[in-house]
């Protein structure tokens, strides 16, 4: 049986700090990037490519998409800017929040427009209670009609599903 091969680009984007680098790690079921407490340690694009027998996935970290403050700063958001119109989904990174952050609101308003399909994973799923975590993707989804959302904890790799 001849399966067609398929391809894609996958851009990871969210705020400083929510997960972004553990998130295609544990996708790719190895450490491949720098995971750190210290915001702004991914300074570049960098691509980890997932391969199966069907498929080929390219995922694409970027530096934490945010108001710049400095210059290094202006040189990472447009390098993190420059993967949404090169890329078949994006997928934005956020933590349980209950009110909608200004650096989310600020990330949601530049992805708004792409022909890309959206995916809103919501991070850190473990640190948080189920009131909270409806909370969290109702505030969203009311801000901005996500294609997919999707509760995760990247570092203990897992989907938390109803």
């Known amino acids: 049986m001849n399966k067609e091969f398929k391809s894609g680009y996958v851009t990871i984007i969210g705020r400083p700090n929510v997960g972004k680098s553990t998130l295609i790690n544990a996708i790719m079921g190895e450490k491949l990037l720098i995971t750190s407490n210290k915001p702004q ?17 390219v995922f694409m970290d ?4 945010h108001k710049p403050k400095h210059k290094l700063g202006e040189y990472m958001v447009k390098v993190a800017q420059s993967t949404l119109s090169q890329v078949d989904v994006i997928v934005f990174v956020t933590t349980p929040e209950e009110e909608l952050n200004l650096g989310d609101k600020y990330i949601i308003d530049q992805i708004k427009n792409s022909n890309s399909r959206k995916i809103l994973a919501i991070n850190k799923v473990d640190t948080t209670n189920k009131e909270k975590l409806a909370k969290t993707i109702d505030t969203y989804y009311n801000y901005f009609k996500f294609d997919e959302v999707v509760p995760i904890s990247a570092l203990k790799q897992k989907i938390l599903t109803n």
């Open 62 to 65: 970027t530096p934490g998409l």
């Open 41 to 57: 340690t991914t300074r570049n694009t960098i691509q980890a490519i997932l391969t199966k027998e069907n498929y080929q996935i």
